[in-house]
């Protein structure tokens, strides 16, 4: 009898099985004789920025997540355009990405090259600065294996196809990460990441105004707060770079106030109120509001599963010496 086998899980088999071949490579101790001081110029550089500018922390995550989720883990979003490429950076889901993030990359980058020239690749400091500013900010420590090289590709179109926007459904949301082998409770626990960070007004400016005939904002909202968040955003065409705090309660502490957040309507984005609206999603919204050890047991393994996706070794990459271009 012959057998049908579905043609995408197959690439997905294979897509998996590759990337885990990968990231058994990796391993925490990869830099111990290569760059003894890394753990260290790391600690150091990540800590002066976020003294420096408190908004780091929210901004290397999204800069992470965003990097991850495309071509896996490989600094491809780092790239600058060029005449012949526009590179993922630039892609219009990417134009609002807070240059913290990729500033506090190539001030580590440039202490390293310093002290271990043409050893430490780009898309190793981006996981590890991200680590270092979460745990700064009270979230949880995890571990982070080390060894990735840089990608050699960073399309536009590419980041315009595959993340995830605020406006898209739920469903299709929820399909981007389990075609890369996340879970439903995985997914809600990296969305947790919202806890710190902001958003700029432009994202949801279609939730506050003018949503509908009848509304002038989209009646998920808490009223009092989509009132809020229209005088805040009350220049957003005039100046683009407005933006509010994710978590209006703890905006500089990561915790589990996002998750009590949502069912009150404080959601920012569509698509974190949806989260309480879906029974797939909502359950985990619940356990993470009741129960903050919960979400942060939840989220370090999360992370640390998004840290190794698509990671490249060997000669499937390089060391970059300047991580916004290639070699």
């Known amino acids: 009898m012959a057998i049908r086998v579905n043609p995408l899980s197959l690439i997905l088999c294979i897509s998996l099985f590759i990337a885990s071949s990968h990231s058994q490579q990796l391993t925490t101790t990869f830099y111990q004789k290569s760059c003894p001081r890394f753990e260290q110029i790391m600690q150091d550089t990540t800590t002066n920025k976020q003294i420096a500018s408190p908004t780091t922390a929210g901004a290397a995550l999204r800069l992470f997540f965003h990097d991850c989720l495309v071509e896996g883990c490989d600094a491809s979003v780092l790239i600058s355009s060029t005449p012949f490429n526009k590179a993922e950076r630039d892609a219009d889901i990417n134009l609002s990405l807070p240059g913290d993030g990729f500033d506090v990359v190539v001030r580590a980058k440039t202490a390293l090259e310093l002290s271990c020239p043409g050893v430490v690749s780009c898309a190793d400091i981006l996981a590890v600065a991200t680590r270092n500013l979460v745990t700064m900010m009270g979230g949880p420590f995890y ?141 985990f919204v619940e356990l993470y509001a009741r129960d903050q050890k919960k979400f942060f047991e939840a989220f370090g393994r999360a992370i640390e599963k998004l840290s190794l996706y698509g990671v490249k070794t060997g000669r499937s990459g390089q060391i970059r010496r300047r991580c916004d271009s290639f070699n």
């Not at 179109?157 to 898209?168: D, F, G």
């Open 143 to 283: 571990n982070v294996k080390l060894g990735r090289r840089d990608g050699v590709v960073s399309r536009a179109s590419r980041a315009e196809l595959i993340l995830p926007k605020p406006t898209m459904s739920m469903n299709r949301i929820i399909k981007i990460f389990t075609s890369r082998g996340f879970s439903i409770q995985e997914m809600v626990a990296l969305t947790g990441a919202h806890t710190i960070g902001f958003s700029h007004c432009s994202e949801f400016s279609s939730d506050i105004y003018n949503y509908s005939r009848t509304a002038q904002s989209d009646p998920s909202y808490n009223p009092r707060y989509a009132a809020g968040l229209r005088n805040a955003c009350a220049d957003y065409k005039k100046n683009p770079s407005l933006s509010v705090f994710n978590d209006i309660m703890t905006p500089r502490d990561f915790d589990n106030s996002y998750y009590k957040n949502l069912p009150r309507g404080l959601g920012v984005l569509r698509s974190d109120r949806a989260l309480t609206m879906d029974a797939r999603t909502r359950p």
